[in-house]
């Protein structure tokens, strides 16, 4: 992002010199190169089968919310872009000439043209903006730091794998008089003893961050100072990023303080703000500043523990929130995008108060890679850390991530703790645990529903919930789409319609049918409520596909599809999670193939694992005029020269097949046989 000016002399210099020699020096050095689209010569989305990564990215573009999945396959030394496979608003798979346009209006908007460069700069000399004289009452929201778990919480955490634990719950205050209280039924998390953090300084003593003078140029115009008023009195300012329209993306501790009096009482942003000069009171604020806050929004397990000064590392995972605005922001119109499960280096960006004894009301950026630790462990427990200067007023600020063939820049996490004297700081890390919440923030809207109150979608009755102790019910979602995609299922009580919370189901792989208990969407929903007996479910998928309903009743160990919905169907040429032959010795599954033509047919037809949606082989066969085979799983995959390790397949009639199939579930401790046929349709 920066490339630091690391002249010998100046690691000397200290004070109020050091800071004027860099302050002068930046300017030189801020302008950055526009977003340019990458190297796309190799695109093909029949090549993101064989994809060597992907990654998600969630932005909201020209007002709208987008969110994708880009595959990169290997070449060499370098990665190519081969697929963008848009989720969101509408599920789609984006040609060549598609992408092109797509990622011109992703990464070009807001940067700056060489002309508009010149422009700002000559600007610089004269800043236009309002000035802004901050009151002496604002203090700097204070550094938090690193506390080290006692013996037992070291010990829980390590036999805790991260997958199950407890995701981010959301936890809001709204402006208008209503507060969402957080549920008695969320256990308050209780601090561990206190300790001093063990982190090994990087380049102790050394003030590695630079101001940035160019804050009117994407993406800096997005990067926010905050300052807020607590019910108990006390102002205090902090970093946010602005992420769309409405929404800025800041730390929990920023919004949420249980000593100070809970959620913060008023607030006010000013994206942009740039020093107006070293060592006094006075900013510029070129778009002005907007309080007329709608609602903030955090975690549940923040709100239970906030106020401290110290915190294990494994509580920063909570530590995130959202403000968002009545009316929008209007000085730019693409805003930066979030990217999660980056793994590289970052630049941290955001507002401290005070640089080398100086007090600072501008934007300060540090480059910084990951520390040791954070690579080995902290990743795991949603935690990134990096060799990064901090202080108080950077609480919020963005870690921001530049990819290196595009100079696209985005937001893979936020700065939640450090430490200005050993050069480390670190905060949640946007990633597949948390994307839902942060998505769901990041497309909020003035009058839009969330989705915890949609009751649009797939409607699905007849879904047992967990209070019934003699049974499970399990939820199958088939993507029969090019991309992954995901699942959003909100419950509803059945016998009086109040919808209770919504969960979203991790990433679906493209032709993967993966499935669910009613207990894991349950425990991770993002509320939580008392449990009717039967729920009414509303499924919003971002694919095409399929769904079922499925019952295990535990008295008589017997599986029942009771796939009961509004959109009602039987596949002819698809059959999902059919038993492989590993459970033959409780739940063995028979495939029926109908030729219902005139003729003979040798029809062929794919196995897939339903996991994964990778394809493990090919049963062909041969049907005489309307007849019909009645096969074992066992000889399909012995045909197929499958040796099974998925417990569920997907078949698919693939070529020369007219009629249809039937799935035929074999319960053998009840002597019973099921059809396991009957599924809904599924459409975003």
Not at 147 to 166: C, F, I, K, V, Y
Not at 399 to 415: E, N, P, R
Request: charged share 15%; hydrophobic share 35%.
């Amino acid at each position: 992002m920066y490339a630091k000016y690391r002249d010998d002399a100046r690691l000397r210099v200290s004070g109020p010199l050091f800071l004027a020699l860099i302050f002068t020096s930046h300017a030189a050095f801020a302008q950055g190169a526009a977003p340019h689209l990458p190297d796309m010569s190799s695109y093909n989305c029949a090549s993101a089968a064989n994809a060597a990564s992907t990654r998600h990215i969630g932005q909201v573009i020209r007002g709208q919310y987008h969110e994708w999945f880009e595959s990169f396959v290997q070449s060499g030394d370098q990665q190519r872009l081969v697929c963008i496979g848009i989720v969101r608003p509408n599920t789609q798979q984006l040609s060549a000439d598609e992408a092109k346009a797509f990622l011109t209006s992703s990464l070009a908007v807001g940067a700056l043209t060489p002309e508009a460069a010149a422009n700002l700069k000559r600007a610089l000399a004269a800043p236009a903006g309002e000035e802004s004289v901050e009151p002496d009452n604002v203090q700097a929201e204070p550094l938090k730091s690193l506390r080290e778990p006692t013996a037992t919480t070291q010990s829980l955490r390590q036999s805790t794998a991260p997958d199950t634990e407890q995701p981010p719950i959301p936890a809001a205050k709204n402006f208008d008089g209503s507060e969402n209280v957080v549920p008695s039924s969320v256990t308050k998390i209780a601090p561990a003893a206190s300790a001093t953090s063990s982190a090994a300084p990087a380049t102790a003593g050394i003030e590695d961050r630079v101001p940035n003078l160019d804050t009117q140029s994407y993406p800096w115009n997005t990067l926010a100072y905050f300052t807020s008023t607590y019910p108990a009195g006390g102002s205090f300012r902090c970093s946010a990023t602005l992420v769309s329209p409405y929404v800025a993306l800041t730390a929990g501790h920023c919004v949420h303080n249980n000593t100070r009096g809970g959620y913060i009482a008023s607030g006010r942003l000013a994206p942009g703000q740039r020093q107006a000069a070293l060592g006094d009171g006075r900013a510029i604020q070129p778009y002005g500043t907007k309080s007329d806050i709608a609602s903030v929004q955090t975690t549940a397990q923040w709100t239970q523990i906030s106020g401290n000064d110290s915190y294990p590392i494994t509580d920063y995972r909570y530590d995130y929130a959202a403000i968002e605005f009545r009316t929008p922001f209007t000085h730019t119109s693409t805003f930066m995008p979030v990217l999660y499960g980056s793994t590289g280096s970052v630049t941290s960006a955001g507002y401290p108060a005070v640089v080398s004894s100086l007090g600072a009301y501008g934007q300060w950026v540090d480059d910084a890679p990951e520390s040791s630790r954070s690579a080995s462990s902290y990743r795991y427990q949603h935690i990134r850390e990096f060799a990064a200067d901090a202080s108080g007023g950077n609480s919020g600020g963005a870690f921001i991530y530049t990819d290196a063939s595009t100079g696209q820049s985005y937001l893979v996490g936020s700065l939640s703790y450090g430490n200005d004297l050993n050069d480390s700081a670190g905060g949640p890390w946007y990633d597949s645990w948390n994307q839902a919440l942060i998505s769901s923030w990041v497309s909020w809207v003035p009058g839009k529903e969330s989705i915890a109150s949609s009751s649009s979608g797939l409607r699905v009755a007849s879904v047992f919930s967990e209070t019934q102790a003699e049974m499970m019910s399990y939820l199958r979602f088939y993507n029969a789409g090019g991309m992954p995609g995901t699942v959003d299922v909100t419950l509803a009580d059945y016998a009086t319609g109040a919808l209770l919370g919504t969960w979203r189901s991790p990433a679906l792989a493209a032709g993967s049918s993966q499935q669910f208990s009613i207990r894991e969407i349950e425990d991770n929903a993002n509320a939580t409520f008392a449990k009717p007996l039967i729920y009414s479910l509303s499924v919003r998928p971002t694919f095409a596909g399929s769904f079922q309903n499925v019952l295990w009743r535990k008295i008589d160990n017997t599986l029942t599809n009771l796939s009961t919905c509004d959109t009602q169907e039987r596949s002819t040429n698809t059959l999902i999670n059919v038993h492989s032959s590993l459970m033959d010795g409780g739940y063995p599954s028979g495939v029926v193939l109908h030729n219902t033509s005139a003729g003979t047919a040798s029809p062929t037809f794919g196995i897939f694992d339903a996991q994964t949606g990778t394809r493990l082989g090919t049963y062909r066969a041969t049907l005489a005029a309307n007849s019909q085979q009645i096969l074992t799983v066992g000889a399909m995959e012995n045909a197929a020269g499958i040796i099974p390790s998925a417990y569920h397949y997907i078949i698919k009639a693939e070529s020369g097949f007219t009629g249809y199939m039937q799935h035929l579930l074999n319960n053998k401790a009840a002597r019973l046989i099921t059809d396991m046929t009957e599924t809904c349709t599924l459409a975003p």
